[in-house]
T-cell receptor, first 110, second 119 residues
Framework: KNQVEQSPQSLIILEGKNCTLQ??????????LRWYKQDTGRGPVSLTI???SENTKSNGRYTATLDADTKQSSLHITASQLSDSASYIC?????????WGAGTKLIIKP | GAVVSQHPSWVICKSGTSVKIECRSL??????MFWYRQFPKQSLMLMAT?????????EQGVEKDKFLINHASLTLSTLTVTSAHPEDSSFYIC???????????????FGSGTQLSVL
């Protein structure tokens, strides 16, 4: 069964600190792995997309990693800001069928 | 990046009425659009795939007679929730797929969502 699991479910950190969000996926066939940021009451915004051959991709303070062998991905946020408070969703693409994770709710406190 | 405009942002309606939600691609043509719903603290659930000029493809468990999708042009798809009931209250989001032919890749761009509250 295709599925995506994310951890932790929620996370609270202080402004300026770093954090890492985890994603384990089981999809076949595998096309790519995506990370989205979703602010409350808004649509998701793409952060990164990684194919099988890519093991790291950065977008500003966001760095995603992908281990296709262990089927794990992580999203690292550096020097967090208050505006980083949002849900971060990991999505596995299986031939254009998107398998959505439940997301990690991140709260940045001043 | 490409812009997807979704309206309205929020709507409150009485039980039994119908509500139409619009999704427009502003600076590109979208042959394929997707409609999702999202309940509080849950991730997006795909409802249907909307293809321009043809019938939408609905996911299992989604009533096509209740959630009418029209994709009459390359820039507009609409979702109509017919005879809405309180259990239809949810956050509805559309997205459009953009292909980058020169790079052989594609991206999804999402609308800002519509919060539907049925009284």
């Amino acid at each position: 069964k295709n599925q995506v699991e994310q951890s932790p479910q929620s996370l609270i950190i202080l402004e300026g600190k770093n954090c890492t969000l985890q994603c384990n996926y089981t999809v076949s066939p595998f096309s790519n792995l995506r990370w989205y940021k979703q602010d409350t009451g808004r649509g998701p915004v793409s952060l990164t997309i990684m194919t099988f051959s890519e093991n790291t991709k950065s977008n500003g303070r966001y760095t995603a990693t992908l281990d296709a062998d262990t089927k794990q991905s992580s999203l690292h946020i550096t020097a967090s800001q208050l505006s980083d408070s949002a849900s971060y969703i990991c999505v596995a693409d299986s031939n254009y069928q998107l398998i959505w994770g439940a997301g990690t709710k991140l709260i940045i406190k001043p | 990046g490409a812009v997807v405009s979704q309206h309205p942002s929020w709507v409150i309606c009485k039980s039994g009425t119908s509500v139409k939600i619009e999704c427009r691609s502003l600076d590109f043509q979208a042959t394929t659009m997707f409609w999702y719903r999202q309940f509080p603290k849950q991730s997006l659930m795909l409802m249907a795939t909307s293809n321009e000029g043809s019938k939408a493809t609905y996911e299992q468990g989604v009533e096509k007679d209740k959630f009418l999708i029209n994709h009459a042009s390359l820039t507009l798809s609409t979702l109509t929730v017919t005879s809405a009931h309180p259990e239809d209250s949810s956050f509805y989001i559309c997205s459009a797929r953009v292909y980058f032919g020169d790079r052989g890749s594609e991206k999804l761009f999402f609308g800002s969502g519509t919060q539907l509250s049925v009284l």
